[in-house]
């Protein structure tokens, strides 16, 4: 796309074409942003006030850069309440377009995470299938879905994530087989998908082998954030579930690898509601 095109495609094509800028090189200055898509310096600030505000970048003086994922070694990050707090809205349309395709009597795989904790909340009251998670939030959520089955795996427990993980949750995850794993992650970018730790890593790992299919959840900021442990390429997903078209990198990557890109209804206009 040329920058006099770009500059009449809306604000939402120049929002992401500035989030795959500073993805490609970790930082961009508002003067270059401003010459790339040919509109004014206002404009770039304008953006990535909204980027900011999305959670999707940080504006920093002059310029803006990619926000850091959340994770323990990051001590400004939020912990999981933060977390949860954060992007409420997108979290809970990911979850409930993913639980919309949960079957009554599936046998599914939770991971421990915000997004997929909307999963979690998400399921028909209709559900009477099997939940095995390592997530204690979605323990507690199953509490009131009385005809499902929950297999709790257990492990020691990793406060940040509000997960148990260890060795003895990757034994207890090895005997089970699942149609379905929904996985959360710390960030995504064009070669795969990152996880915010590495004991949350080998969990995570675990559970895609026990399942026929592996689903990623994610909202629209981790394709601005940054993870620390890589987990794996996007050839070992099946589908990715998120409330916003990702950066054109991405996409290829999915196109490419022929994985499912499900976008819910409910978030194809939201960026146009928000413009007007």
């Given amino acids: 796309m040329s920058p006099e095109s770009m500059r009449y495609t809306g604000a ?5 074409a500035i989030v795959d800028r500073v993805r490609a090189t970790g930082f961009a200055s508002i003067a270059d942003l401003s010459e790339r898509l040919n509109v004014s310096e ?13 959670g999707d970048a940080v504006a920093v003086h002059g310029g803006v850069r990619l926000r850091l994922a959340e994770t323990d070694d990051d001590p400004d990050a939020p912990g999981y309440n933060g977390r949860e707090s954060a992007r409420n ?11 919309e395709c949960v ?20 399921l028909s009251s209709d559900f009477h299938g099997t939940v095995i998670t390592h997530s204690l939030p979605v323990i507690n959520r199953l509490l009131d879905q009385p005809a499902a089955t929950v ?23 090895h005997r089970y087989r699942v149609r379905t794993f929904y996985l959360a992650a710390a ?9 915010s730790a590495d004991v949350e890593r080998l969990v995570k ?36 579930v998120t409330d916003r078209q990702p950066p054109a990198g991405i996409a290829a990557r ?18 146009t509601a928000a413009e007007n």
Avoid at 12 to 16: E, I, Q, S, V
Avoid at 89 to 99: E, H, L, M, P, Q
Wanted: hydrophobic share 50%; proline share 3%; charged share 30%.
């Fill in 89 to 99: 809205a997108a979290k809970r349309t990911v979850g409930r377009a993913a639980a």
């Fill in 205 to 240: 790992l675990e559970l895609m082998d026990i399942a026929d299919r592996v689903v990623l959840l994610i909202d629209h900021g981790k394709f601005a954030a940054r993870g620390p442990v890589f987990l794996c390429d996007w050839g070992r997903l099946s589908a990715v």
């Fill in 42 to 54: 206002m404009t770039v600030r304008r953006d990535v006030r909204r980027l900011q505000d999305d």
């Fill in 254 to 271: 999915l196109l490419a690898d022929g994985i499912d890109l499900v976008l819910p209804a409910e978030s194809e206009h939201e960026d």
């Fill in 151 to 173: 297999i709790a795996l257990g492990g020691d427990l990793h406060r940040a994530s509000r997960a148990l993980v260890g060795s003895a949750t990757v034994e207890m995850a």
């Fill in 103 to 122: 079957l009554p009597d599936d046998v599914i795989a939770v991971d421990a995470g915000t997004t997929t904790m909307e999963l979690a909340r998400a």
């Fill in 12 to 16: 939402p094509a120049r929002r992401a």
């Fill in 187 to 195: 960030a995504v970018d064009e070669r795969g998908v990152y996880a």
